[in-house]
């Protein structure tokens, strides 16, 4: 049996149970009426599956980075942490991802080897058949006096962290019984032919 509720234009009309050409009230239907799972928030938004979610990952929540002007010198043939080339950032998210740029400026008779740190762990260093070989980022080959070599590394780390987390560059020479610097060149003379160059390390937290 059909039933009819007001048949006035625009109002609702119901026969066998079902509800047809329904008109609801502007903004008669509030966030406690929806059955949506999870938070509704000014950072969230209602999905078709009908649940409140943040939106989706991969943004950039925040920079830091750090740049050496001054020069560094070692004579070592392991690695030693490089004076100033340090930067510290504190994740937003356990879940958040650290993409690191490194570009190091020096020069070394033998050249010069870097490698990535997080905390006192060598990170975006070879690991396949080491044997006597060293693990290393990169590296610069220069051999000349008077040149400096800029080397670049890029990594996604995966620190699983909100703590205060420390990334930084260690350095060593190319081969035993020699020198290299940062942001100069090896003889570094105070003339013309010489040279003065920056390094930078930075961090981008990458919101999962």
Known sequence: MAT??????????????TVSNAKVADDAIGLAELSATGTASSSTFLRGDNAWAAAGGGKI???????????????????VDVTGLTVTITPASTSSKIYVMLSISGGGMSGFRYQLVRGSTAIAIGTGSIGSRVAASGMGSNRNYDEVENACSNFLDSPSTTSATTYKVQFSTGATSTDSKINATRNDPDSTTGIRTASTITVMEVSA
């Open 4 to 17: 009819i509720i007001n048949g006035s234009t625009g109002a609702s009309q119901i026969q066998d149970n």
């Open 61 to 79: 929540a925040q920079i830091l980075s750090t740049t050496k002007t001054d020069t560094f010198s070692t004579t070592s043939f392991t690695f």
